[in-house]
């Protein structure tokens, strides 16, 4: 039998097989709201009918600017499921680049959350084909006046019957578009398919990658508009687990409660998140009742991150993953290769992101595009294709690949069990005198220090050795740890030539609208700082 993977059949899946299993979302109001998968269907159904009824066509641009939620979860399934293109925006962007995507995206149907009013008032203005402004809230807290004609969601979709016939269509028509979030240039438009989400859904429920199960309360904290929660929504309804929403509160104190409340197994989310929560959890002595596992991607989970989160109780599931693949590549799943090591070094293996799940191909290649072995020690461009990595940017005549990879601008080793792991972005490697030197692993050591709580090391212009390292770090608020006394730590620990020239004390990083560091921002402020200061006291030694 041939069956198209349409996202529509997940939902529909979970209303019949798990129709009273609960989705529960905090929501923008402050309240929370519960449903059932079966009243979600029902409700992604009306949507449906509303949006056939205002002309949407298959293939037309629905923006959201939203929180995770129950009425994003319904436009992800309403939309996709009647062949349109479900946009999700994010609101941590600049308004001009927000603008630029909706404008690039063709979207004339913007849905968002009330929070979002006063960005909408300066978006909307630059957008204007967008026709429809959707207000996610019910007619009351909708306001009558506003620059732009609006409507309340529970108006839009009021009336219309919760009965519809999801079509059949071919399983790579597109279902979601997302933009990579621009740190360099234009953002760039990723358009994933039916089948492409489908199959990734199924391949991260499975054991090796996130293992799971209709036992599971599945909490995801990394936003519905930043790649998808991870597919999230959708490996939540494939599975039949309960899905938990966190809304717009994001801070630790919010999540360990909802956690807590909705015995929550399983998360997902950014470092920045989890070391938050690690450290209100260290300061109150809280706990969760519940064990649970925290999938930790998008920048690097340290081996500090990683035991501050067990000793809360929770499992760290190191991952990685990038907008151009869906987002997931790579898991650091236990394996029996790993589970009988000493904890140092099994510490170490679980630094590194991963293996890459069933249905992603990974290799790195040299300089000549040669690929590199398996050794876990020669470092190359790390290059990845699979059946949910893109071939081309959304509106882009040139392929994105090369020969059938697409590079995925990491520099990273691949270890002869299969484990990847990043030492580098390419455009963040450190080119000293010729040698290169990873800024990741300079970061890693700066945060192992007790008084470190953030740190950036970027590349500096330097007058004999092209670029030397800088260490950009956060303190603790009582420390008064010295640049010496920290460069002093990184003594034995790498070689010396790799030690940072200097150290900058500032009192926060600035960090990207998707959570992680900006280096561009820091290297635009830093990039001269030894030639500034002619701060040549101490030299590569190597
Ligand atoms: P952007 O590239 O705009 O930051 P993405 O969310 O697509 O947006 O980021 C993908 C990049 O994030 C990867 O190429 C990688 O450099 C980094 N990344 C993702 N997960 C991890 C991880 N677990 N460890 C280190 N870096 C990661």
Not at 124 to 135: G, L, T
Not at 156 to 163: E, K, N, R, Y
Not at 344 to 368: M, P, T, Y
Request: net charge negative; charged share 20%.
């Amino acid at each position: 039998m041939l069956q198209p993977l349409l996202l529509s059949s997940l939902l529909q899946r979970a209303a019949r097989h798990a129709g009273d299993v609960e989705i529960v979302s905090r929501r923008v109001e402050g309240d929370i709201h519960r449903y059932t998968y079966a009243d979600c269907h029902a409700r992604a159904m009306q949507l449906a009918n509303a949006l056939t009824a205002c002309g949407i066509q298959p293939g037309d641009r629905i923006g959201t600017l939203a929180w995770n939620g129950y009425r994003h979860m319904e436009l992800y399934y309403g939309v996709a499921g009647i062949g349109a293109v479900c946009h999700t925006i994010n609101p941590r962007l600049f308004p001009d680049q927000i603008a630029y995507i909706i404008n690039h995206a063709g979207d004339r149907t913007l849905c968002f959350d009330s929070s979002f009013l006063a960005l909408v008032e300066q978006v909307a203005p630059m957008c204007p084909q967008v026709q429809n402004w959707i207000m996610l809230c019910d007619d009351t807290a909708c306001p009558a006046t506003f620059k732009v004609p609006l409507q309340s969601y529970e108006t839009f979709i009021g009336g219309h019957p919760q009965q519809f016939t999801w079509p059949i269509f071919d399983e790579r028509e597109a279902a979601v578009l997302c933009y990579t979030s621009g740190t360099t240039g234009d953002p760039k438009g990723v358009l994933y398919s039916h089948r492409s989400l489908s199959l990734m859904a199924y391949a991260s429920a499975m054991p090796d990658a996130f293992n799971l199960s209709a036992n599971d309360a599945i909490a995801p904290v990394v936003p519905m508009f930043h790649v998808n929660a991870w597919g999230l929504p959708f490996s939540a309804a494939l599975t039949g687990a309960k899905l938990v929403m966190p809304g717009p509160k994001l801070d630790a104190d919010s999540l360990f409660e909802l956690f807590e409340q909705e015995r929550v197994t399983f998360t997902a989310g950014v470092p920045t998140i989890w070391l938050g929560l690690a450290d209100y959890m260290r300061r109150t002595g809280k706990r969760t009742e519940v064990p649970m596992r925290a999938v930790v991607g998008g920048a690097a989970c340290s081996p500090q991150l990683a035991t501050s989160l067990r000793n809360c109780g929770i499992t760290a599931i190191h991952a990685r993953g990038m907008t151009e693949m869906s987002p997931l590549g790579t898991v650091c799943s236990p394996s029996r290769t790993y589970a009988d090591l000493p904890a140092d070094d099994r510490a170490r293996v679980e630094a590194k992101q991963g293996r890459a799940i069933a249905g992603i191909d990974l290799k790195v290649v040299g300089a000549n595009g040669e690929e590199l072995p398996w050794d876990g020690q020669s470092a190359g461009d790390l290059m990845a294709r699979g059946h949910w990595v893109i071939d081309r940017y959304f509106g882009a005549d040139k392929c994105a690949l090369q020969d059938g990879w697409l590079p995925t601008g990491d520099v990273a080793t691949i270890d002869v069990n299969g484990c990847m792991q990043i030492t580098d972005r390419s455009k963040d490697i450190i080119k000293s005198g010729g040698e290169w030197i990873s800024s990741i692993e300079l970061e890693g050591i700066a945060l192992m220090h007790p008084e470190i709580t953030m740190a950036a090391c970027i590349a500096c212009e330097h007058p004999k050795w092209d670029e030397r390292p800088l260490l950009i770090a956060v303190r603790r608020p009582d420390s008064t740890l010295t640049a010496p006394e920290l460069l002093a730590f990184y003594g034995g620990r790498v070689a010396k030539w790799w030690i940072p020239d200097d150290v900058v004390f500032v009192s926060e990083l600035p960090l990207t609208a998707t959570g992680k560091l900006q280096k561009l921002a820091l290297r635009q402020r830093f990039s001269q700082h030894f030639v500034e200061l002619v701060h040549l006291s101490r030299t590569p030694a190597g």
